[in-house]
């Protein structure tokens, strides 16, 4: 099955400083609560950060990331996000196989992530890979005004 059909695949390359304006701009349409570009700059300089982008391999676009942070062989998707016109085109599992190689070539065993519990898509897409509920945090996310704030699940996954 093709995943990006008549679409050229998406170039995967390791997260760098000079993303952090269009991982901030994908990341503020993508959630309620956005970074900013500064925050996204601070965050890919540190050296325990690891990161992988993907662009449209015809025009340039971003069309998703994941930024991830690690210490003492394990690490935390911190943020993952795929432009809304590339959903459901194997955005996220580029991006979810290119990373989970990157930092286990790191020495990186084990990555947490947490996921709201109403995100389905997200939610089988992390259980494609084999990451598993490990914990939840009842009304972790915020809510709209006479909403439920939601949970977040929190999973885990072996590397190697």
């Not at 390359?13 to 956005?34: E, K, Q």
Request: proline content about 2%; glycine content about 12%; overall charge positive.
């Amino acid at each position: 099955m093709a995943l990006f059909g008549r679409a050229t695949r998406p170039i995967v390359t390791p997260l760098s400083v000079g993303h952090a304006a269009d991982c901030a701009d994908l990341h503020g349409a993508s959630f309620s609560h956005g970074w900013s570009s500064f925050d996204f700059e601070r965050l890919i300089a540190a050296s325990s950060s690891f990161g992988d982008v993907a662009y449209d391999g015809q025009s340039g676009k971003l069309l998703g990331f994941v930024l991830s942070r690690g210490a003492a062989g394990e690490a935390e998707i911190l943020t993952i996000a795929v432009a809304t016109t590339a959903r459901r085109r194997g955005i996220g599992r580029a991006l979810l196989e290119r990373h989970l190689g990157h930092l286990g070539s790191t020495g990186i065993a084990v990555l947490f992530l947490e996921v709201a519990e109403n995100n389905r898509a997200a939610r089988a897409l992390y259980t494609a890979f084999g990451f598993t509920e490990v914990g939840r945090r009842p009304s972790y996310y915020t809510a709209k005004p006479g909403e439920v704030a939601g949970a977040a699940l929190v999973l885990r996954r072996s590397i190697g």
